[in-house]
């Protein structure tokens, strides 16, 4: 019996010793040693922004990549507004070059232009607000790949509509103008041009985006509001100088030298169109203004500053017209306080930043 029994644990043995090591692996340890695939190739799409769902004359797309799908989806959305931005920049080129005939010289017509021009490349950027949506996204390598469109159709259809109610609100607001005009209102007629200067801009702002979106060519005529809107500072001007201005301004019994402010604010009403004569002379002239008003002004030392005299005048503009208050303005004080080291160099130093600031009034009060 013991004989049989020797046989079989050696034949046992043998077979254990031949059995291949990988069969004695746990198959946990045996799955977690395979090769982990590899992710796919970047689709191109993802990358060129070149997609046959999205083509190009009926959306802009945009690529952003990055750890995140908000990062990637951010420099996505980046990377449609570059383009568009690309083409506010070539529209306005565009424009400024219709335009380029239409105002020339240095009348008011073609600083009003000019200034809209400028003030259109510094103002006019596109903003995605909700019109960007993800079109595709894929993590790849770790890496979130983004392609993000931009529907055209969409974006024209939103800026046409504000174009449209800017345009609106500018007919409005000239016809009040030609109406303040024909009364001779001048202070409600420069209020008026402020505020078609501003509707202009909104209106030539929405169109400028329209047309940078729509991958169309300028078109001129869509302009034209625009361009008749900058007609409402000559007009305004055309106004002011069948006005004459009254200066009825003169220094207090303390302060002869605020009589120096009488010369400067003549100046600066002359500089906008108007006849200016002295305050007390007649005239029959039925769309006569007043500007008058009492110039004040103290002198004092500085006890930290030895030597040096201080001056802090102040006045109370009030323009008039047949009899009825336009505007009042409170001017100077401690914002027009200024050094010298004499009373007289110190009278004029602040005077001359009172006489900035009356020629910022009286540049509101002629829609400048």
């Known amino acids: 019996m013991r004989a049989p029994k020797r046989t079989i644990t050696v034949l046992c043995f ?3 010793g031949c059995a291949p090591a990988a069969a004695l692996r746990p198959a946990s340890q045996s799955a977690i040693a395979a090769p982990v695939p590899q992710d ?21 797309t945009g690529t952003g990549q990055g750890p995140t799908l908000a990062e990637s989806r951010a420099h996505a959305t980046a990377d449609i507004g570059s383009q568009i931005q690309a083409q506010i920049s070539s529209v306005l080129t565009s424009v400024e070059s219709a335009q380029v005939d239409t105002a020339s010289g240095r009348d008011a017509k073609s600083s009003s232009i000019s200034k809209l021009h400028q003030e259109l490349r510094q103002t006019t950027h596109f903003e995605p607000d909700g019109m960007v949506t993800v079109a595709d996204s894929r993590v790849i390598h770790g890496v979130v790949y983004v392609l993000a469109v931009l529907d055209r159709a969409a974006a024209v259809s939103r800026y046409h509509a504000q174009a449209q109610k800017a345009r609106q609100q500018l007919t409005s607001a000239r016809d009040m103008q030609t109406s303040a005009l024909g009364e001779a209102k001048l202070r409600e007629a420069a209020r008026l041009t402020v505020e078609i200067r501003a509707l202009a801009t909104e209106l030539a702002r929405a169109l400028t985006l329209e047309q940078a979106v729509s991958g169309q060519a300028l078109d001129p005529g869509a302009w034209s509001a625009v361009i008749a809107a900058t007609e409402a500072q000559s007009e305004l001007r055309r106004l002011a100088a069948t006005i004459e201005v009254e200066i009825c301004l003169q220094g207090a019994a303390d302060f002869s030298e605020g009589e120096q402010l009488a010369a400067t604010v003549t100046d600066q009403v002359a500089s906008h169109g108007p006849t ?19 110039v004040r002004g103290a002198f004092f030392h500085d006890a930290n500053l030895s030597g040096v005299w201080l001056c802090q005048p102040s006045v109370d503009l009030t323009v008039s017209q047949a009899g009825k208050v336009l505007s009042r303005a409170s001017l100077g004080g401690e914002t027009a ?4 080291p004499d009373r007289e160099s110190a009278a004029r130093a602040a005077l001359a930043e009172l006489a900035r600031q009356s020629a910022a009034q009286l540049a509101e009060l002629f829609g400048e």
């Open 337 to 340: 306080r200024a050094a010298g």
């Open 14 to 16: 043998v077979l254990i």
């Open 276 to 294: 200016v004569r002295l305050c007390g002379r007649p005239s029959d002239r039925p769309r006569s203004m007043r500007i008058e008003g009492t």
């Open 40 to 60: 796919a190739a970047v689709p191109e799409a993802l990358l060129s922004g070149r997609d046959p769902r999205f083509p190009t004359d009926r959306y802009i």
